[in-house]
């Protein structure tokens, strides 16, 4: 099985992303129609075998950085602001550039 990235709409025509298992692109458009969706694009994802995942990011940084950004994700989250709100307002406030870098390339992911 192979994993592919698809953009499909429901039906208030709200777009909707993300990833599936399959064989086949078919395969993922039909399940996507299974599940009231219709397909706009599906593709094989482009997995990264370089080491590259999220938290691989964070390695750059030095440890008590990524610890005060953890604690202060955390309160904002207990506090109910979403998450890509206080990635965006963390990354604007870190002093150290490299984590503000990662931070603001993980809330472009999400928005992604």
Excluded: C, H
């Amino acid at each position: 099985m192979q994993i592919y990235e698809y953009k499909a709409r429901d039906k208030f025509a709200k777009p909707v992303t993300g990833m599936m298992s399959a064989e086949t692109e078919g395969a993922v458009a039909l399940k996507l129609q299974e599940m009231g969706y219709t397909p706009v694009s599906v593709k094989q994802a482009q997995i990264s075998s370089g080491g590259r995942g999220i938290l691989d990011r964070f390695r750059r940084s030095s440890a008590s950085d990524v610890n005060m950004f953890t604690n202060q994700l955390a309160a904002l989250q207990s506090a109910g602001v979403p998450v890509l709100t206080g990635l965006r307002t963390l990354a604007t406030e870190v002093s150290s550039k490299s984590l503000r870098d990662t931070i603001a390339q993980v809330a472009r992911d999400i928005e992604a």
